[in-house]
């Protein structure tokens, strides 16, 4: 089924791991994004794609970095976990000539 | 860059009442105004969308309307039910091949018995 997937969906970590959290998406969108977001708080742009080879960072700022080496695939790495990354982590995609976005189902990260 | 407001943040609304939340945006060159619910604990699911051609739309008992002079669009909840609770964000997006959502910093909306 075309779909956007997260993996992991929960993940408990210590400070000082480094993790990498996986976004794929089925449909063949061009254009991708990573958000941050605490529950049912406001939606924080971290990173966007908007092609294979193309990464831009977001309006918050983040440790994070992204790569794009296949069209479906986004992966966002945190190269040292600390409690400050803890939150829900929102994948979401759209294709080029759509309006619409669509949202992964997130991974929430606990960093202990 | 654009710049969205989200007013309120949150609303209480007895079921059957109507519900309304308003969004301003800054950049006259936005174009795609989508709407998005959040239930607890899962994705945010586009509700309803305007583009800046038309002034209104409407899909059963959600509407949203348009006014580009002011620079503000408005969800319209009727006949709130309980499945209605959820947090709501409006969104806006400038046309182009280089283009992002921003996002308004949403509204929980309790619909009580």
């Known amino acids: 089924e075309a779909d956007i997937y997260q993996t992991p969906r929960y993940l408990v970590i210590g400070t000082g791991k480094k993790i990498t959290l996986e976004c794929s998406q089925t449909m063949g969108h061009d254009k991708m994004y990573w958000y941050q977001q605490d529950p049912g708080m406001e939606l924080h742009l971290i990173h966007y794609?908007?092609?294979?080879?193309?990464?831009e960072k977001g309006d918050l700022s983040s440790e994070s970095t992204v790569s794009r080496i296949r069209t479906e695939h986004f992966p966002l790495t945190l190269e040292s976990a600390r409690p400050s990354h803890t939150s829900q982590y929102l994948c979401a995609s759209i294709r080029t000539g759509s309006y619409e976005q669509y949202f992964g189902p997130g991974t929430r990260l606990t960093v202990t | 860059g654009e710049n969205v407001e989200q007013h309120p943040s949150t609303l209480s609304v007895q079921e059957g009442d109507s519900a309304v939340i308003k969004c301003t945006y800054s950049d006259s060159a936005s174009n795609y105004f989508p709407w998005y619910k959040q239930e607890l604990g899962k994705r945010p699911q586009l509700i309803i969308d305007?583009?800046?051609?038309?002034g209104e739309k409407k899909d059963q008992r959600i509407a949203v309307t348009l006014n580009k002079t002011a620079k503000h669009f408005s969800l319209h909840i009727t006949e709130t039910q309980p499945e209605d609770s959820a947090v709501y964000f409006c969104?806006?997006?400038?046309?182009?091949?280089?283009?992002?959502?921003?996002f308004g910093t949403g509204t929980r909306l309790q619909v009580t018995l």
């Open positions: 969104a806006a997006r400038k046309g182009g091949t280089a283009s992002k959502l921003t």
């Open positions: 794609s908007y092609g294979v080879n193309s990464t």
């Open positions: 305007i583009r800046s051609n038309v």
